[in-house]
């Protein structure tokens, strides 16, 4: 009886889980990308480089995905976009390719360019405080024309997002934190 009740609450849990989550449906696959704002960076300097703080954050970073498979990383040209993303790219062997925007509407075929190359995988994204909230919205099809995107507060460094992006259906965004805490001023 008591097995019986088992099998029971594990068809109910199953169909359950199905309903609520149908990315994970086989034929849902859903893309799974992280994005962080870079860490903390060193304004006095020319080229913008992390500071120790920032450094340490970017180590932490690799540490908190070590037991993620991330198929490929991403950041813009600069320097700390690089250096937050690199320890990481570094512990899988991978390179860390580079994306440009000058505007949002750069960000659209980027993110779509993800969506379709790496559909069903894992991709890393380290970006800024403008590019990766409207990354969020363009992934959750809210991004309109950009005037609802909030960008983050310049010293918080901590936002750990993942967005579970199914073929059909909804993105789902987790707001994580990660390393040392950060708050706004």
């Known amino acids: 009886m008591k097995n019986k009740r088992m099998f029971v609450f594990l068809v109910i849990m199953v169909a359950f889980l199905s309903a609520a989550f149908p ?9 799974t990308i ?5 860490a903390e960076e060193d304004r006095s300097k020319e080229q913008v480089p992390l500071t120790d703080a920032g450094s340490a954050r970017a180590k932490e970073l690799a540490w908190v ?9 991403f950041a813009t040209p600069t320097d700390r976009t690089k250096s937050t993303a690199r320890p990481m790219a570094e512990t899988r062997g991978l390179d860390t390719n580079v994306y440009s925007y000058k505007e949002y509407s750069d960000l659209q075929p ?15 994204i380290s970006g800024h405080s403008d590019d990766v909230p409207a990354m969020i919205s363009m992934l959750r099809k809210d ?8 960008v ?34």
């Open 23 to 31: 990315c994970l449906a086989e034929e849902n696959e859903a893309t």
């Open 34 to 38: 992280i994005l962080v704002r870079h």
């Open 65 to 73: 995905l070590q037991n993620v498979k991330i198929d490929a990383v």
């Open 110 to 124: 980027f993110v779509d360019s993800i969506l379709k190359k790496y559909r069903g995988k894992t991709v890393l």
């Open 143 to 150: 991004f309109g024309t950009g005037e609802n995107v909030r």
């Open 152 to 185: 983050i507060d310049k010293p918080i460094y901590d936002n750990l997002f993942i967005v579970f992006v199914p073929t059909n259906g909804k993105a789902v965004v987790l707001n994580l934190k990660y390393g040392q805490p950060t708050t706004p001023k």
